[in-house]
Every structure is written in structure tokens, then in C-alpha cells.
């Protein structure tokens, strides 16, 4: 069992409503961007004087170009519906994780500004002027959202505490108050192409030390090309896929089908990151600027399709934005755009996830499987919160809960789903996503997971589950760090890629 300067939260058989804790996690708070982190990305370093008139411009900014954010500050009705549907106030019983309450951080300063009676009569409606005091609040309790949408799901109003989050921290980062872990990872993307600052002969010597590994393992040259012109399919997968386990399991996955499929693809250095973290902090000109990489790339190289990894946001950035953001799909206008828009192929999906081109080919009979060499696993299979509130996938509603599922029956032999309240648009979030996993939060990771972690006891339980397969780099990640807090094994957690690597047949006719 991993130790910790704090208690992990004892897991229930049936899911508890904690006792309310008030400021439980008041004193938690992720490490503050240094004025270089913010500086290389064009953010102010520092609060200065006058901040607190800049943070209520840009709010009026924010709610002047984002119709739901107005909607979102006015319409709730605080019922209490979401109050206990976030998994950081089930793990933590701190009440300002309520998404009510997490709301209401923003929602007083806003009708302080912005409404007619917050204007005149702040105390009757609970209006607050802006101060350091509201600002730390602020930074410490939006950050402990992970942006995961789970409370949307269960309110009347459909309120998205998620944007507000995002607001919340594109208003911090204008002022100058913005968080480390994801500005600098921001900077890394801009600077060497990918969150892991991976330059491009490390990014080949990984590969190519993959090919030898999978010839080592197969006896099949099963190639990961790099930056190869005029490939069918470039694959924008996260960079953790590169290096770190269980992801590269995943990689490994790909290129086993894109090879037995016969399918020409290439990874590119300048594209090596799927992931957007400029979504995380909610800022428009990051987010596209992330993405034109991607754009430039698939010019460059030629490519008819673009195929996008095993990563939850990445997915959602891929499947929501891309097509308006950077005409990847239609939508963008400017010429780059249209000449994309006509260069990739129309028979297929623009982008694609991996789970569609697999299961595709496997419906098509393209590709054939020896079941059995799972069947030292039973699996379950956790829905990412990105893929699955926020995205689709294949033609029919649903299709990112059923897809993912068929692939992983259709490779493996023993398959449990946990429990319904807490899968499909219920899933709970793994508890580090939004940019939240970093090591200064990993006391909120732990306590977050808690009710991810209490239905993965029920299947192991009750069906002797021992692998929870998922399609998401941050909660490969998450789950490898938190799994031993809760007594599980590291290694319980993998891709659905993996499970494709493990039992494709490879080097024979299909
Ligand atoms: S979006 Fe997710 S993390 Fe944020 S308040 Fe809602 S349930 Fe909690
Ligand atoms: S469920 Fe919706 S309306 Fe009800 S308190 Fe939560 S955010 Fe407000």
C-alpha cells in the first residue's frame, strides 16, 4: 500500500453520502505558474496592480462571447440535484466541492458586476466584490474540477460546471494568476511539439526500439513509421503513448493493426501530441493554436485520414472543435482549411478514433484474433469522461460506450461492466483529468477516485475482474498511481489497444 501525509477514504459497498466537512480541502492548492511559464505563452506573470478591474473585464469578456456562461450564472435554481454527483465531494466532503457550490464561487462576483441587484443590494443576493481572498478561492477550488461534466448530466438546467471552470481559469491566467502544470506543459507543446518536451530523434530511437521489440516478441517486422510523406493515415496519439506504461502497450496495439490491416500510416514529430491542455485552461487562442500543429503536419505529409489515439480530451478536441478550429472536417473556411478539406479522404470519418478503424476492420473480417490469449484477464472497462459526455463515436447514439465494448468482446473472453450508475454518461471521472494530475494534487486524485475505485471492488469482487481497460492517456496515468492507495495492483489498468496487441494474429492472409 502506497503511503500518504493524508487518509485514503475507506471504500463502502454501496455508495455514502460523506458527512459535510467544511474548508476539508481549503488548504489544498496546485503549484502557481512562475512569470516564465506564463510569459512563454503570452500570460501575464504576475498579479498587478489593478487585477482585480482586469479579472471583472474579462469575465464581461467571457460572458459577452460565451451565451452559455451567461445562462449557466442566471438560471440555476440551487436544487441541490448535482450536489452530490461530483466525485471530489464524495471523496473529499469539502461542501465547496458541490458543483452548486463551485458555481457560486463565480456566480457571486458575477452578480456583484453584473446584475442590477448585485449592483445595488449585494448583501441580499449574496453578491461579492472581487479580492485576493475570492481570487484564492478561486484557484484552489477551481482547481479540484476536473472539468469532467458529470454533474451536467443530473441537472434539470443541463448547467456545465466544467465551463465554468474553464472560465474561471482563462480569467486567472489574464490576470496573471495561472497553474504550473498545465502552462508549462502548454509551453512544451509550442516549444518541441508534445507535453512531454519528447524532441524528434528521441521520438525515432523509441520507435525504432519498438520495432525491435515487437520482432523480438512476433518474429513480425511490424513497423511505427515517423514522418513518412504521403502515408494513408497519420495517427495524432498522446505522447505518453511514446514511453510510459501502460500506454506504449496501446502503441504497440496500433501498428499491430494498422499492419495486419495493410494500412500505409505515419506518426508525426511535428504532430506528436494528441493531447490539448489549451481546452484544460479554457483558452481559445491555446486551444487552436495546439491544434493547427496537427493541420500543418497533415498538410505536409499528405495524409487521406487522420486517426486519433487513445486519449479521452484529446478525443473531444478532435471530435467537437478540429473541424470548425482547423477544418479538419468541414467547417474551417480560411484556404489551409479548404485545401485540407480536399486533400483527406471522404469516404471515411475526419478525424477517426482508433476504436472505429478497429472495429471497422473487425466487422469487416480484416482482422482475426486468438481470444484466448486474454483469457488470463478479466476485464472491465472504465468510460472516460471526455469520450463519453463530451464526444461519439461510429453513426448511432451512444456508439463511444458500445464501440470501445465490442472491441474488447470481441478479443477477450471474460468481460464484467461495473455498475450502471457509474458507467456510460454516469461514469465518474478517474479523478485526475482537467489538468489535475500533478503530483501537488495528489491528495484530491486519491480522495477523487474513490468512487471510480468502489465499483472496481464490486467487479473484483463479485466476478474476479482484474483488468480495467480504458481509452484515455490521463486516466492510464491516474489509475497506475492511485490503484495501490485503494490495494490494487499498478498493472490492473491498460488500454483497449492492449488488449487488441495481446491477441491479433499477425503475418497470415486475412
Ligand atoms: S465537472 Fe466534474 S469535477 Fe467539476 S464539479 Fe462537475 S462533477 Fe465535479
Ligand atoms: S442541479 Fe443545476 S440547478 Fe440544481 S443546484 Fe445544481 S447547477 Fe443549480
Not at 461519439?392 to 473472453?413: E, H, L, T, Y
Not at 497506475?480 to 499498478?490: A, H, I, Q, R
Amino acid at each position: 500500500m502506497a503511503t500518504a501525509k493524508f487518509a485514503t477514504p475507506a471504500l463502502s459497498r454501496y455508495p455514502v453520502i460523506p458527512l459535510v466537512e467544511r474548508g476539508a480541502m481549503g488548504h489544498l492548492k496546485p503549484f502557481v505558474a512562475s512569470p516564465a511559464i506564463q510569459g512563454n505563452i503570452g500570460f501575464p506573470g504576475e498579479l498587478t496592480e489593478g487585477w482585480e478591474q482586469r479579472a471583472v473585464a474579462k469575465m464581461g469578456e467571457l460572458l459577452g462571447k460565451y451565451r452559455s456562461l451567461q445562462v449557466y450564472m442566471d438560471a440555476c435554481v440551487h436544487c441541490g440535484a448535482c450536489s452530490d454527483k461530483c466525485h471530489y465531494f464524495l471523496g473529499t466532503g469539502d461542501p465547496r466541492n458541490m458543483p452548486v457550490a463551485r458555481q457560486d464561487l463565480m456566480r457571486g462576483v458575477y452578480r456583484r458586476y453584473f446584475t442590477f441587484a448585485g449592483k445595488h443590494f449585494p448583501k441580499l443576493v449574496g453578491a461579492v466584490d472581487m479580492s485576493k481572498q475570492v481570487l484564492d478561492d478561486w484557484y484552489s477550488y477551481y482547481h479540484q474540477c476536473s472539468e469532467c461534466r458529470r454533474c451536467s448530466v443530473f441537472c434539470p438546467y443541463g448547467i456545465d460546471t466544467a465551463e465554468i471552470t474553464m472560465a474561471a481559469r482563462e480569467i486567472m491566467d489574464a490576470v496573471g494568476m495561472g497553474q504550473k502544470y498545465s502552462n508549462e506543459i502548454i509551453g512544451k507543446v509550442h516549444k518541441i511539439g508534445n507535453n512531454l518536451g519528447l524532441p524528434g530523434p528521441a521520438l525515432r530511437n523509441t520507435l525504432e526500439g519498438l520495432e525491435e521489440d515487437v520482432k523480438e516478441d512476433t518474429g513480425i517486422d511490424v513497423r511505427y513509421p515517423l514522418d513518412v510523406k504521403g502515408a494513408e493515415v497519420l495517427l495524432v496519439t498522446p505522447s505518453a503513448d511514446f514511453f510510459a506504461e501502460p500506454h506504449i502497450e496501446s502503441l504497440i496495439g496500433y501498428g499491430k493493426v494498422f499492419h495486419a490491416a495493410g494500412i500505409s500510416w505515419t506518426l508525426s514529430t511535428k504532430a506528436s501530441e494528441a493531447g490539448n491542455f489549451g481546452m484544460f485552461i479554457g483558452n481559445y487562442e491555446q486551444l487552436r493554436k495546439i491544434a493547427l500543429r496537427i493541420r500543418e503536419a497533415a498538410l505536409e505529409l499528405g495524409v487521406k485520414r487522420i486517426v486519433v489515439g487513445e486519449c479521452g480530451h484529446a478525443w473531444r478536441v478532435a471530435y467537437s472543435f478540429w473541424n470548425t478550429l482547423v477544418g479538419i472536417g468541414a467547417g474551417g473556411k480560411d484556404p489551409f482549411a479548404i485545401e485540407l478539406q480536399n486533400q483527406l479522404d471522404g469516404r471515411y470519418k475526419q478525424p477517426t478514433h482508433i476504436c472505429e478503424l478497429t472495429w471497422d476492420l473487425i466487422q469487416r473480417g480484416a482482422l482475426k484474433f486468438d481470444k484466448e490469449k486474454n483469457d488470463h484477464r478479466i476485464v472491465t472497462f472504465h468510460d472516460s469522461c471526455n469520450v463519453a459526455r463530451a464526444s461519439r463515436m461510429g453513426d448511432m447514439p451512444g456508439g463511444q460506450f458500445v464501440i470501445p465494448r465490442d472491441i474488447i468482446k470481441a478479443v477477450a473472453n471474460n468481460f464484467h461492466d461495473m455498475a450502471p450508475a457509474t458507467i456510460h454518461e454516469a461514469t465518474f471521472c478517474c479523478g485526475g483529468g482537467g489538468g489535475l494530475l500533478t503530483d501537488d494534487l495528489i491528495e484530491l486524485r486519491v480522495k477523487g477516485a474513490l468512487p471510480r475505485m468502489e465499483a472496481l471492488r464490486n467487479v473484483a469482487d463479485d466476478h474476479g475482474v482484474n483488468f480495467m481497460a480504458t481509452i484515455c492517456a490521463i486516466c492510464k496515468a491516474q489509475f497506475s498511481k492511485v490503484l495501490p492507495y485503494y490495494g490494487f495492483e499498478m498493472g490492473m489498468v491498460g488500454g483497449v489497444h492492449q488488449l487488441v496487441s495481446t491477441a491479433i494474429r499477425l503475418g497470415e492472409p486475412v
